[in-house]
T-cell receptor, first 111, second 114 residues
Framework: GESVGLHLPTLSVQEGDNSIINCAYSNSASDYFIWYKQESGKGPQFIIDIRSNMDKRQGQRVTVLLNKTVKHLSLQIAATQPGDSAVYFCADSLWIDKLIFGTGTRLQVFP | DAEITQSPRHKITETGRQVTLACHQTWNHNNMFWYRQDLGHGLRLIHYSYGVQDTNKGEVSDGYSVSRSNTEDLPLTLESAASSQTSVYFC?????????????FGQGTRLTVV
């Protein structure tokens, strides 16, 4: 069945460094991928998304890379800030608009 | 501003009781979803709806039900609450036909079954 997973449960980075959070997905038919950020006590918030016809998409300080050959997705955060500390989830979906989430990666930013 | 709200934010109930969690969105989105979040499992889909009178089971639907009588609301009912249903519940909505499936999430309901 469909599944999306994350390689690292916790990532610690120094403030100002770049962060890379990785994700593997299993359904080669998935055509939409999305990253969410969840701060403590809050619901997930949209960060960035990408469709399967793209390899890279950039937002403000964030970049998502999609490698369909190895079914791998990554989120890059430039110049990581304390406010970036949160749990990050990747999710994928097929055309039916239903998102399947991974287990999440906790990003910790230290000074 | 349009939003999605869940109520209550916190709930404690006893085993065997029926519990209903409310979800209300003002975006006029057709799609609505319920997820539960447990440590080590991330967000797991319970039920979802693509429109009024439409409901579908997700990956962890046993012991839960939903109804969609209007566009704005998708209440989640626990028929007979069990301790295994202690969790944080998130409701989400998303539009259709707009070229993306970004889902907007509520703030969550923390449910404790004792």
């Amino acid at each position: 069945g469909e599944s999306v997973g994350l390689h690292l449960p916790t990532l610690s980075v120094q403030e100002g460094d770049n962060s890379i959070i990785n994700c593997a997905y299993s359904n080669s038919a998935s055509d939409y991928f999305i990253w969410y950020k969840q701060e403590s006590g809050k619901g997930p918030q949209f960060i960035i998304d990408i469709r399967s016809n793209m390899d890279k998409r950039q937002g403000q300080r964030v970049t998502v890379l999609l490698n369909k050959t190895v079914k791998h997705l990554s989120l890059q955060i430039a110049a990581t800030q304390p406010g970036d500390s949160a749990v990050y989830f990747c999710a994928d979906s097929l055309w039916i608009d239903k998102l399947i989430f991974g287990t999440g990666t906790r990003l910790q930013v230290f000074p | 501003d349009a939003e999605i709200t869940q109520s209550p934010r916190h709930k404690i109930t006893e085993t065997g009781r029926q519990v209903t969690l409310a979800c209300h969105q003002t975006w006029n989105h057709n799609n609505m979803f319920w997820y539960r979040q447990d440590l080590g499992h991330g967000l797991r889909l319970i039920h979802y709806s693509y429109g009024v009178q439409d409901t579908n089971k997700g990956e962890v639907s046993d012991g839960y039900s939903v109804s969609r009588s209007n566009t704005e609301d998708l209440p989640l009912t626990l028929e007979s609450a069990a301790s295994s249903q202690t969790s944080v519940y998130f409701c989400a909505s998303s539009p259709t036909g707009q070229g993306n499936t970004e889902a907007f999430f509520g703030q969550g309901t923390r449910l404790t079954v004792v």
